[in-house]
């Protein structure tokens, strides 16, 4: 029986297939229930004692022979046929699917393009920022309420160290390093401690807007507040101001524009009043110029700050603020077209 299997090894070991049909029927010849193998194994039983070992070692030595030559074989066929199937070089390529900007971003940017043209430049300053840029260079009293623990995010073991809670602080980081002419817009992130809701968030986005020159008065803010209007929601949009207050400007304003929704008609969205509020703006407060060493008696200013989501709601009518820190790609893509 030994020399049979001798026999056998050899055989295979000079196993050769002209396809992968042959080398299936070698397989099935050998190695299959039915095979060559098997029925050896099946006379093992038949085997005298003594030559149990020696011919049990034999058969198993012919079995990985014969399943690694053919495995050998197999893979030869495999990568023939793997060249076989090289991609097809004159198919149309799957378009590459692209991002879609940010609403926000898309607004931040168009609301830049437009002051720019007036020749404000990009200013920037830290999110992470301290009492005295945020509120007291701003003439915030002592006893401000927006300095409240309600309003501000502080950071626990630095009580001086904040979340600025207005693009308002890059104001003062320009101009404690700049004299005028200043001519700034200032986008950012800022952080209010608010309850999240469809409405609220505890951190949203604002641009601020500075011009400190000789003679710079109020009509100039409001032509450049009728110019920024128009650029941004339609040239047939109408702007009015009302009186109010903040600490860095005096006097301040807030702006309405005709509702862009309804045309000043009267809606849901405007409450039926025909106008809907985007910004406060205001003449520099001298005391602001003074506390960020500029000489209030040679020069004067304008100021104005507006809250990017709010803009972006009227733009395109989000309802649920939350969706812009969600990045559900659904919303976002319903942007595509405005990129
Ligand atoms: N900082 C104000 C806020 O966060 C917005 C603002 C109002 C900015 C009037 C200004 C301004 O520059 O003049 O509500």
């Given at each position: 029986m030994i020399e049979k299997i001798e026999q056998l090894i050899q055989e295979i070991e000079s196993l050769k297939a002209a396809s992968a049909e042959e080398l299936e029927a070698l397989r099935l010849k050998y190695l299959s229930k039915k095979g060559i193998i098997n029925d050896l194994m099946a006379d093992f039983r038949n085997v005298p004692v003594e030559q149990k070992k020696a011919v049990g070692q034999k058969l198993n030595e012919l079995k990985t022979k014969a399943q690694d030559r053919i495995n050998a074989l197999k893979e030869v066929f495999d990568a023939q046929k793997a060249q076989g199937e090289k991609p097809d070089l004159t198919r149309t390529a799957y378009p590459a699917p692209l991002g879609t900007r940010h609403p926000l971003n898309i607004v931040k940017n168009e609301i830049i393009d437009i002051f720019s043209r007036l020749g404000f430049v990009l200013a920037d300053g830290p999110e992470v920022e301290d009492d005295w840029h945020v509120f007291s260079s701003m003439n915030f009293a002592e006893d401000h309420?927006?300095?409240?623990?309600?309003?501000?995010?502080?950071?626990?073991?630095?009580?001086?160290?904040?979340?600025?809670?207005?693009?308002?602080?890059?104001?003062?980081?320009?101009?404690?390093?700049?004299?005028?002419?200043?001519?700034?817009?200032?986008?950012?992130?800022?952080?209010?401690?608010?309850?999240?809701?469809?409405?609220a968030h505890c951190f949203?986005?604002?641009?601020?807007?500075?011009?400190?020159?000789?003679?710079?008065?109020?009509?100039?803010?409001?032509?450049?507040?009728?110019?920024?209007?128009?650029?941004?929601?339609?040239?047939?949009?109408?702007?009015?101001?009302?009186?109010?207050?903040?600490?860095?400007?005096?006097?301040?304003?807030?702006?309405?524009?005709?509702?862009?929704?309804?045309?000043?008609?009267?809606?849901?969205?405007?409450?039926?009043?025909?106008?809907?509020?985007?910004?406060?703006?205001?003449?520099?407060?001298?005391?602001?110029?003074?506390?960020?060493?500029?000489?209030?008696?040679?020069?004067?200013?304008?100021?104005?700050?507006?809250?990017?989501?709010?803009?972006?709601?009227?733009?395109?009518?989000?309802?649920?603020?939350?969706?812009?820190?969600?990045?559900?790609?659904?919303?976002?893509?319903?942007?595509?077209?405005?990129?």
């Open positions: 309420p927006a300095r409240d623990m309600q309003d501000t995010f502080f950071v626990e073991s630095h009580p001086d160290i904040i979340l600025r809670t207005h693009t308002s602080s890059v104001q003062s980081r320009v101009m404690e390093v700049t004299q005028p002419p200043i001519r700034i817009i200032c986008p950012g992130r800022v952080y209010r401690n608010e309850a999240i809701s469809y409405r949203f986005h604002q641009v601020e807007a500075l011009y400190v020159d000789r003679n710079v008065s109020f009509s100039d803010l409001k032509q450049v507040l009728l110019y920024f209007a128009q650029e941004m929601f339609g040239q047939d949009t109408k702007i009015r101001l009302r009186p109010s207050y903040f600490p860095f400007t005096e006097p301040s304003a807030e702006m309405d524009i005709s509702c862009n929704i309804c045309g000043g008609k009267g809606c849901p969205f405007c409450k039926g009043t025909g106008w809907v509020e985007i910004l406060g703006c205001g003449m520099v407060d001298p005391n602001v110029l003074e506390l960020n060493g500029i000489n209030s008696k040679e020069y004067t200013g304008f100021a104005l700050g507006m809250g990017i989501e709010r803009i972006t709601n009227l733009k395109y009518q989000v309802k649920d603020l939350r969706m812009f820190s969600e990045n559900d790609r659904r919303f976002l893509e319903e942007f595509e077209s405005a990129n």
